[in-house]
């Protein structure tokens, strides 16, 4: 396949940024689009110019590091699937292909593709530890009765990799989908209760300070979302801030 490239190129925070186009040849269906990327980094370093940055680490969907704007869209066409897990056979010869970093003031772009996703490792340790006891006396997880929907609905939730494309789907830039995951998978479980109502507020305190958007209810966030993460966890999200705002101490 013979593809253009139209890449965000941007040195560092304070510039301005642009679109560059790269035209590229021999692209393999079989290549994952990541790989595609090497393969022009590959060039641009052969020809003495500067490698485009962008984030990756696991390559598999576990560690939510990639965070390409493709297209449009987080994680570019597919469903399900983060950028590092989607394959060139998803486009064809010809194809013009933007690609983008995720757009939110809460997460800075860094260089090029790269943005800081620090915000969220600040939510998340708002949202603090679970009192339970890990050490010593240990009571067998199979020993504590759960239902199992909720059991259900807490690992669906404790699926969220922290990618940020929920954010970046948004059309106000609202980290809910995330946040709302994160209140969840403990929320639901009997070892997460007892902190229930201090995670919730100190997690949305967190979210507000760090300037992402309120929801709206557009559902973007759900259709982007790599790990499938319903928005009926924003809806256990606010009934969790609600009690916890009216039963406050
Ligand atoms: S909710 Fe989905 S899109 Fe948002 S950070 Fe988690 S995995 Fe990524
Ligand atoms: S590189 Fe880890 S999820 Fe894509």
């Not at 593809?3 to 021999?26: E, F």
């Not at 641009?44 to 990639?66: N, Q, S, W, Y």
């Not at 010809?94 to 983008?100: A, K, L, P, Q």
């Not at 990618?163 to 995330?178: D, E, H, I, K």
Request: glycine residues 8%; charged residues 25%.
């Amino acid at each position: 396949m013979k593809l253009t490239l139209k890449i965000w190129r941007q040195n560092g925070p304070n510039d301005k940024g642009r679109i560059v186009d790269y035209p590229v040849n021999d692209v393999s269906e079989d290549m994952s689009f990541l790989e595609m990327l090497d393969v022009l980094n590959d060039d641009l370093v052969r020809k003495g110019e500067e490698p485009i940055a962008f984030d990756h680490d696991c390559r598999e969907g576990i560690c939510g590091m990639c965070s390409l704007f493709i297209n449009g869209e987080p994680h570019g066409p597919g469903r399900g699937i983060t950028t590092c897990q989607l394959h060139m056979r998803k486009f064809k010869d010809g194809d013009t292909i933007y690609v983008e970093p995720w757009r939110s003031a809460a997460f800075p772009v860094i260089k090029d593709l790269v943005v800081h996703r620090g915000a969220f490792d600040r939510i998340q340790a708002a949202g603090g530890f679970v009192s339970v006891n890990t050490s010593g006396n240990l009571v067998d997880g199979n020993a504590v009765p759960i239902p199992k929907d909720d059991a259900d609905k807490a690992f669906d939730a404790a699926t969220c990799i922290g990618c940020g494309a929920c954010v970046a789907a948004c059309p106000n830039g609202s980290a809910m989908l995330f946040v709302a995951a994160k209140v969840s998978q403990l929320s639901l479980l009997p070892q997460g209760k007892p902190e229930r109502k201090r995670r919730a507020l100190a997690m949305v305190e967190q979210m507000d300070k760090e300037g992402f958007g309120n929801c709206s209810n557009t559902g973007a966030c759900e259709v982007e979302c790599p790990k499938q993460i319903s928005i009926a966890n924003i809806a256990r999200l606010n009934r969790e801030y609600l009690v916890a705002t009216v039963t406050k101490e």
